[in-house]
Structure formats: C-alpha cells, structure tokens
C-alpha cells in the first residue's frame, strides 16, 4: 500500500498561484475541487498524507514550511480540478496573517518576450513590473499569505485572494478567482524561457497532448523524482531521491486538460488520472489522485 501510495504523487505536490485579476482577464478559470464541499478526510487519506510527507519532504501547511496536498476539504483549494468560479463564501474563508517566509524575495513568471516579476517583502507589502515588453503597468502594494492562503491589495484599488502552495525549493503556485498560474524562483525562471526544446509529434495527437512530451522532474527531499512522457503514448517514472518511491512504466495520455496512466510495469495494474494545465514554455501542472505538482522540464534535451 505504502509503494502504490507514494506513484499516486505524480500528480504530487498540491499546485497553483497568484494570478494578477486586474492583468490576466476574465478567460482564464478558477479550477476548484468542488469535492472540497461534500467529502470528509478518511483515515486512508491522512496515511496517504503522512506517506506524501516521508517520501518528499513538503509537510504541513504554509505557515513558514513547504505545505502538503489538503485532502479533499479545502475551499477554494488548487486550480485542478471542476472549472468553477470560486464562490464568495470561498474566498471569506481564506483569512492570511503575515507572511510566509517561504514566499519572500522575487519570483518570476516566464512569458514569450520575457518575465513578470513579483517581489514580496517580510513587512507585507509587493511590488509587480513586466519585463516583458507588453504594456503591463507596474504596481505596488500589501500582501499577505499563510496557511495556504494568500491576499493582496494594491495602491491603485485592485485587491486579490486565493490558495497557494510553496513547492520546495524555488516553485511558488497558487489561484485566484480567475486562474492558476507557477511563479519560479529568478534562476530557474531563466532556464524555462531560454531552453530549446525540438518539438516532437505525438504518435496519436488525439490521445497525447505535444507539449508534454520530453523528460520532467519534479524535486523532493533528497532530490528529484524524473516523469518521462514519450511520443508513442508510454510513459516511465523513477525517483533519483533515494527515498524508495518504485520505478514503473506503462501507457500515458493526456488531452482537452485530462492526463491518464496505467502501470504496466513495476506496479503492474496501478492507474492514476487527473486534470492538467501546460504553462508554455516548461511547466505544466497536473492533479493526481491525492494532489497536485507543478513539473519542470530539464533544459539537457
């Protein structure tokens, strides 16, 4: 049971960010678990947590550490999964005080003609440019987060609130009533936007989405647990963390935001699904079946 439980974290860390309202639009979606509604934990989820926290190290929630997935009873929580917008009554129960420290310093959210850049500050206050030649106006502001929650009031009127979730060491995701989006620490930022990747052509384009085929890394305690997705539709998973998660491989897909597996070897039968959303140019987030993760794609292919 512990070694099914630990591949049930491909979909892993529990995922989503800021999204500036005021920016991005009324196109892009909340994605909320309405499940977070009705179902209760059970006694096989939070033994499910615990083995998430041994096998990668993100404990907890928010508060000053890496937080784990909240099962199944978090409002408003993570931008994977009904596609609703978040309620009123939703965002009244998320209520920051102060600052995680885990979010302090400057983040960056890679785009086509360069980066937005986020800067939160230990006293409760943020400052947004764009340096992406697009026009975007700069602002400055308060902002709060803990506890997996997150608000921001900027000088102009514009005020925000959503779920986060700190993805050790330098992934910071979080949603909003508009969206969900993967803010990166400068340097891995960088690597995402000026990382060549030769796109390949899916065997069946009707069963794989393109942009998630290639190699993926998603980092945990000791060090990375590595997804590669072939175009073929198979898929092979194995930990260079050196924490027991089993190696397996089988068949993937994923297509119109919905990604499936099946294990044909390693743990031959185990299948996991989910939601997904591909941020271009090297991130894409996907839900499993106890959380979500952010993945990162090595700029070595």
């Known amino acids: 049971m512990l070694l099914r439980r630990a591949v049930s974290y491909l ?30 934990p059970t006694a096989d989820d939070f033994i499910a947590e615990a083995d998430y926290c041994h096998f990668t190290g993100l404990c907890g929630n928010g508060g000053g550490q890496a937080a784990a997935p909240r099962i199944g009873y978090d409002p408003c929580y993570l931008a994977q999964n009904a596609m609703r917008p978040c309620t009123s009554a939703d965002m009244k129960a998320l209520q920051p005080h102060g600052v995680d420290p885990n979010l302090v310093g400057t983040w960056q959210l890679p785009l086509k003609s360069g980066p937005w850049v986020l800067t939160i ?33 900027a000088k102009t009127g514009y005020a925000g609130s959503g779920n986060y979730l700190y993805q050790a060491p330098n992934i910071f995701l979080a949603t909003s009533q508009l969206g969900a989006v993967s803010w990166l620490r400068p340097e891995l ?113």
């Open 11 to 40: 979909g892993g860390v529990g995922a989503a960010l800021i999204v500036l309202a005021a920016i991005c639009g009324p196109a892009l979606l909340c994605f909320v678990d309405t499940a977070a509604h009705a179902q209760q």
């Open 121 to 153: 500050n230990a006293d409760g206050t943020y400052a947004f440019r764009s340096d992406a030649h697009d026009g975007v106006q700069a602002h400055v502001g308060s902002f709060a987060a803990s506890n997996g929650a997150w608000t921001m009031k």
């Open 189 to 301: 930022a960088q690597v995402a936007m000026h990382c060549t990747v030769v796109p390949q052509k899916p065997t069946n384009p009707a069963m794989l989405d393109a942009n998630l085929i290639g190699n993926w890394q998603l980092p945990v305690k000791r060090g990375n647990w590595v997804w590669e997705i072939a175009a073929n539709g198979t898929y092979k998973f194995h930990s260079e963390a050196l924490d027991g998660a089993p190696s397996h491989a089988g068949v993937f897909t994923a297509t119109k935001g919905q990604w499936t597996l099946t294990a044909t070897t390693g743990l031959p039968g185990y299948t996991d699904n989910g939601q997904y959303l591909f941020q271009a140019p090297n991130i894409w987030m996907a839900k499993g079946k106890l959380g979500g993760a952010a993945w990162t794609r090595p700029c070595n292919r």
